[in-house]
């Protein structure tokens, strides 16, 4: 099962008010297991930059009202290529894929806008999957931002200080797969993006360079193989 994990950046909250998106970000999995293909574009929006949505992602300060040179982690756009120039291969990279999407109802919103301008095929809501509504679900009464859910499961945003469409969709792609009920055991980068292009059921990531260091204590070892000296010679373990 092919899954996109997907994140955008807007100059607002309603394409039909002129608002247009300025980047999307999108982490491929596959049996919920990323296979190392994301999607990364930069956009021009053609249009000024809100002082408001600059403040939450830094993009664009080429576009302000008073234009300035990018800061740290900050993006021109005026250089980017237009929607209609990335619409059309977009929505081929997306295909009838399920898009996993933290407050789908927006991105979709925007994205089938977009896509609608350009003359492409639009996205079926029904293929999108709202990661929001799940955790709302999972844990009525409790913050469900994505922020809030990286700290419920232990996963590690120290470095989103601005929204940014493709690290969000990372952050996200490991926060769906604990909302759908826990990593799982293969998951992991592929070494290439042509590991899934077959689309196999049988594809695994390739074993660790280096081995991650064992866990067990030296007591915790001790006391295991006292354990299995108990069994005798006929254990398990002691077969080679």
Same mark, same amino acid.
């Given at each position: ?5 997907? %994140? ?10 002129? %608002? ?135 996963? %590690? ?10 690290? %969000? ?72």
């Amino acid at each position: 099962m092919r899954e996109i994990v997907l %994140d955008t950046e807007t100059t607002g909250f309603d394409p039909e008010s002129g %608002d247009r998106i300025v980047e999307i970000g999108a982490v491929e999995l596959w049996n919920h297991v990323a296979t190392g293909e994301t999607y990364h574009v930069y956009i021009n929006p053609e249009r000024s930059m809100p002082e408001e949505a600059f403040g939450v992602h830094g993009i664009g300060p080429d576009l302000l009202e008073n234009p300035r040179p990018p800061e740290k982690g900050e993006v021109t756009l005026k250089d980017k290529p237009v929607f209609a120039k990335i619409g059309h291969a977009f929505r081929e990279f997306v295909g009838d894929a399920r898009l996993v999407i933290h407050n789908a109802s927006f991105d979709m919103k925007f994205l089938n806008a977009e896509l609608k301008w350009v003359g492409a095929p639009l996205i079926p809501m029904e293929q999108a999957l709202d990661t929001l509504a799940i955790a709302r679900k999972r844990f009525p009464g409790s913050p469900a931002s994505l922020d809030a859910l990286c700290r419920r499961f232990n996963i %590690d945003n120290s470095n989103r200080v601005l929204h940014g469409a493709l690290l %969000d969709s990372e952050i996200l792609a490991e926060v769906y797969l604990e909302l759908i009920g826990g990593r799982q055991p293969d998951f992991g980068l592929s070494t290439s993006a042509s590991s899934v292009a077959g689309g196999g059921d049988d594809w695994r990531p390739a074993p660790r360079a280096t081995p991650l260091p064992s866990r067990i204590t030296e007591d915790e070892r001790a006391a295991h193989d006292a354990f299995i000296e108990k069994l005798g010679d006929n254990a398990l373990w002691t077969r080679t």
